[in-house]
Structure formats: C-alpha cells, structure tokens
Antibody
C-alpha cells in the first residue's frame, strides 16, 4: 500500500523559503510522477508542479520562478522549496502520486491520475 | 493555459436523488490517443482529495458505481445517480492534458 507523509515547518517568515518533504512508502520514487498541490484556507486546490524520471520537473507557470521540486532516491523522499514567500502562500500543502505511465516494451498505457495523496501539512506565512 | 470552469458553485441535494456537476475547459482535452484528460476528485470535509473518475469516464478503484463521468472535448459531466450522505464535500474537475489545472470546485451538501 502506497503511503505519503508530508512534513516541514508549520510557520515560515515572509520573504523566506518554504521547505517541505514528502516521505514515500510502498512505492519507488523513481518509478512515477510525484506532485505537489496546495489549498489556501477556505479555497480550492492549486497545482504547484510535478517531477518525473527522478529529475525532470514541470511547474505551474504562476509559481515557476519560485518553485523547486526534487527527489532524494536514497531516502525515497520528495521535496518542495518555495522561495520569497508571502501571506498568500499560506496553505495546506499536499504531495500526491500522479500515475501516468506508458510501457514502451509492451505498448501498454496506464493512467490513474492523482491516485494517492498525503494527509497534507499546514504552512502559515507570518512574521 | 487551460482554464477549467465548474458549475454550479453549490449544489444542495436530497439523499436518494440524482445530482450532476458540469465542467468546461477552455481547450479540448481530447488527446490524439483518444483519451480525454479530465479527472474528477472529491474532497470530503477535513480530508485529502480522492480520485473518483479518470480519463473522463473511468471509475477509480473502490469508487461506487453511482458515480459516473461523461463528456468529451471541452464539456464534461459528473453524475451521482443516488446521492448518499457520505457524498458531501467539494468536487473538483482537473485537466491533465497540459500540466494540471483544477476547476474551482462544486460544494455538494445535503438539503
């Protein structure tokens, strides 16, 4: 059973860098896409970005200049860094597996969307 | 960027009755491979979102068959055939054809 667990500081000062990790168990982090999504208080979901092939990343254009997503394959962990934060970055941050896989050998295609989510971690940006 | 628009914003429903949520995209989500890259998620109160439907019409594992997805191109619909109390929450459509974009959400509540 795949499980994801986000962790990181719950309080970050304005202008600083938000850093979160997502521990992945039950699946190899090298084998899938992994995504970060956030949800400001009382608002909807916003995709932040995803990483695949253990290094190739794709980011939301609105956050691209401030976001870095990376993986640590030795620890099977995903990380998120968001720089120059403001109060608008206050949110619950989720990591999720994004299942989109084409087997070039068998020509089989597997897609299940964001099929596994962590419980989320709350980050407040405040001085 | 692809913009996703959901309606209605809020949907009061009576248990046992049917419910329908609409999702429209600013560009076609139909890929050349024949799949529509449109997924549906439900976020129950106090919980993380969970996938209901992927690629427009495929129910995710464990999702009750009262949930169904339909549509193609730019117009999609999520239907709940007989709403149960446990179905309350916010429903989101998401396009995954070009990166990911979430719709604004539809809150389903029991009358």
């Amino acid at each position: 059973q795949v499980q994801l667990q986000e962790s990181g500081p719950g309080l970050v000062k304005p202008s600083e860098t938000l850093s979160l990790t997502c521990e992945v168990s039950g699946a190899s982090i090298s084998s899938y896409y992994w995504s970060w999504i956030r949800q400001p208080p009382g608002k909807g979901l916003e995709w932040i970005g995803y990483i695949y092939n253990s290094g190739r990343a794709n980011y939301n254009p609105s956050l691209k200049s401030r976001v870095t997503i990376s993986v640590d394959t030795s620890r099977n962990q995903l990380s998120l860094k968001l720089s120059s934060v403001t109060a608008a970055d206050t949110a619950v941050y989720y990591c999720a597996r994004y299942y989109d896989f084409y087997n070039g050998t068998s020509y089989e295609y597997f897609y299940y969307g964001l099929d596994v989510w962590g419980q989320g971690t709350t980050v407040i940006v405040s001085s | 960027d692809i913009v996703m628009t959901q309606s209605p914003l809020s949907l009061p429903v009576t248990p046992g009755e049917a419910a329908s949520i609409s999702c429209r995209s600013s560009q076609s989500l139909l890929h050349s491979n024949g799949y529509n890259y449109l997924d549906w998620y439900l976020q129950k109160p106090g919980q993380s979102p969970q996938i209901l439907i992927y690629l427009g019409s495929n129910r995710a594992s464990g999702v009750p068959d009262r949930f169904s997805g339909s549509g193609s191109g730019t117009d999609f619909t999520l239907k709940i055939s007989r709403v149960e109390a446990e179905d309350v929450g916010v429903y989101y459509c998401v396009q995954t054809l070009q990166s990911l974009t979430f719709g604004g959400g539809t809150r389903v509540e029991i009358k």
